[in-house]
């Protein structure tokens, strides 16, 4: 497609559950970010890749954080034994190459019960 | 003191009027300079970027950094409805990971 697709758009889900967002970045791009948009905060930064690899992970705000990036592509952040203050829109961007301008999906909208 | 911070708002203007947005910043290290528009339940979408000091016009907007003073802002001529919508400022350091620090944003109405 044009632009960065995320999915699923909505997840409602029960604490202590497992999570899975993904992203599809622009074709070609090769730097890929996840961020975190909390009600009422700014955009936090997640984690970055550069093709496959994740040289900042600093983001991340616990081990119940992971993400991975497969074929220079389809990123999936996970989260594990989801606590109600993970709630948020995730945001998924994608570059082609550092310091060039990111564009975002429309991201994920988690709540968690 | 956050790294970037941006007036809380809302703002709200009759059509037509000129808007002022504004971020000030406390590193000196962040060299390239971002505002994002953001509609409800929609991601960010990129308006302006820049690279250190200067001006940049796109249309009726016009992004501004100051280095020295460690400030940005965004300007909209002749506003319209469809400009209300959400700002956010953005910041990155030069090197190989560009990661992105952001304002909270601003709420912007534009009245008809």
């Known amino acids: 497609g044009a632009g960065v697709s995320q999915s699923p758009s909505n997840k409602v889900t029960e604490k202590g559950k497992d999570v899975e967002l993904r992203c599809d970045p622009i074709?070609?791009?090769?730097?890929l970010y996840w961020y975190r948009q909390r009600l009422g905060q700014g955009l936090e930064f997640l984690i970055y890749?550069?093709?496959?690899?994740?040289?900042?992970k600093s983001g991340l705000p616990s081990d119940r954080f992971s993400a991975e990036r497969t074929g220079e592509s389809v990123s999936t952040l996970t989260i594990q034994r989801t606590q109600q203050e993970d709630s948020a829109v995730y945001l998924c961007?994608?570059?082609?190459?550092?310091?060039?301008?990111?564009?975002f999906g429309d991201g994920t909208r988690l709540s968690i019960l | 003191q956050k790294e970037v911070e941006q007036d809380p708002g809302p703002l709200s203007v009759p059509e037509g009027a000129i808007v002022s947005l504004n971020c000030t910043y406390s590193?000196?290290?962040?060299?390239?300079f971002m505002w994002y528009r953001q509609y409800s339940r929609k991601g960010p979408e990129l308006l302006m970027y820049?690279?250190?000091?200067g001006n940049k016009e796109d249309g009726r907007f016009t992004a501004q950094v100051d280095k020295s003073s460690k400030y940005i802002s965004l300007f909209i001529r002749d506003s319209q409805p469809s400009d209300s919508a959400t700002y956010l400022c953005?910041?990155?350091?030069?090197?190989?990971?560009?990661?992105?620090?952001f304002g909270k944003g601003i709420t912007l109405s534009v009245r008809p």
């Open positions: 953005a910041m990155s350091y030069t090197g190989a990971n560009s990661k992105l620090t």
């Open positions: 820049t690279y250190s000091s």
């Open positions: 590193n000196s290290a962040f060299q390239y």
């Open positions: 890749f550069q093709g496959n690899s994740a040289p900042d």
């Open positions: 074709s070609g791009h090769t730097a």
């Open positions: 961007a994608s570059s082609i190459g550092t310091n060039q301008p990111q564009h």
